[in-house]
């Protein structure tokens, strides 16, 4: 089946009302109701990263933030926009070429594996961008249907009707600018649009990995989701990483327990403790839902 038509999202539970929250909200096509809350206060976790924010994905409602609105380099996160806005030009099926220009990005930045000249699709290439977070399928994106100047506009016009009060963009991939930031808050409204509106990147994100097969018009490609997270914490499927040496350890993560979805964002997490981090603040989510713990070795 096609991945534009694969939800992997799984289904809410159906209550009619949703809970009122205390800070910024996103309208999500379904909510539940508010669990009754627990009789003992939680503690929130001790994380030591620059930004976090703890959403419950099927009310819209920010449960939790540590300096959440804060402009930092978002690393490549900022290719959910990419992907967002590649998708409002093109579609999925569309097929473009590879430009040269894919040859000037830094020796040390993340590949999908391209050679200029290649013919892919627009899927191909968002197999790409969310598994191996490949800075030349992001370049070839942003030049595809139009100038890369205008798709970078494209992203920050984005960003700006979605509400976005501290996000803008200069390149499609997140590398390091002056002038080119976002926030963890930002980016949980981005990414709660995302997952209502683009259900086939949210199949893309949740593969581990793929293999695209070679066609007469490229090679193949092997490609292996650096989240780890899809692989060590239950109920992950999605949705972005990222790093670099100014923004640090970026995570954009989607997890389900038990009926229910969280998504969490971490911004500036020293180097390596971002995977390590995240899941304390997702079970805090869960908790504050009252949702059963992690099952037993997981």
């Given at each position: 089946m096609p991945v534009d038509q694969v939800d992997p999202r799984p289904a809410r539970t159906p209550q009619a009302t949703p809970s009122p929250g205390p800070s910024r909200t996103a309208p999500v096509p379904a909510a539940v109701a508010r669990l009754r809350p627990t009789l003992r206060p939680i503690p929130a976790p001790v994380i030591d990263a620059q930004e976090v924010v703890l959403v419950n994905l099927d009310t819209g409602r920010f449960?939790?933030?540590?300096?959440?609105?804060?402009?930092?380099?978002?690393?490549?996160?900022t290719k959910i926009f990419t992907a967002m806005v590649a998708v409002d030009l093109m579609g999925l099926n569309t097929v473009v070429t590879v430009p040269d220009s894919i040859r000037e990005l830094p020796a040390d930045s993340t590949f999908m594996g391209l050679t200029p000249g290649d013919r892919v699709t627009v899927r191909e290439l968002l197999y790409g961008v969310f598994l191996n977070s490949g800075n030349d399928a992001a370049e070839t994106l942003a030049s595809a249907a139009t100038s890369r100047a205008t798709f970078i506009a494209a992203m920050n016009t984005k960003a700006a009707r979605l509400g976005l009060r501290t996000t803008h963009f200069l390149n499609p991939t997140g590398l390091?600018?002056?002038?080119?930031?976002?926030?963890?808050?930002?980016?949980?409204?981005?990414?709660?649009?995302?997952?209502?509106?683009?259900?086939g990147l949210v199949g893309i994100a949740a593969t581990p990995a793929i293999t695209v097969?070679?066609?007469?018009?490229?090679?193949?490609?092997?490609?292996?989701?650096?989240?780890?997270?899809?692989?060590?914490?239950?109920?992950?499927?999605?949705?972005?990483?990222?790093?670099?040496?100014q923004a640090l350890g970026c995570l954009i993560t989607t997890s389900s327990r038990g009926g229910h979805r969280l998504l969490g964002v971490m911004l500036g997490a020293p180097n390596g403790t971002a995977y390590a981090q995240m899941p304390k603040v997702l079970d805090y989510g869960f908790e504050l839902l009252g949702v059963l713990p992690r099952p037993p070795g997981a």
């Open positions: 449960l939790w933030q540590s300096n959440g609105r804060a402009a930092r380099a978002p690393a490549s996160l390091d600018a002056s002038g080119h930031y976002s926030s963890a808050d930002d980016l949980a409204i981005a990414a709660i649009y995302l997952e209502s509106h683009y259900p097969a070679a066609t007469a018009t490229h090679k193949a490609y092997v490609l292996l989701n650096l989240d780890k997270l899809l692989h060590t914490y239950p109920g992950t499927y999605g949705l972005k990483t990222g790093w670099t040496e």
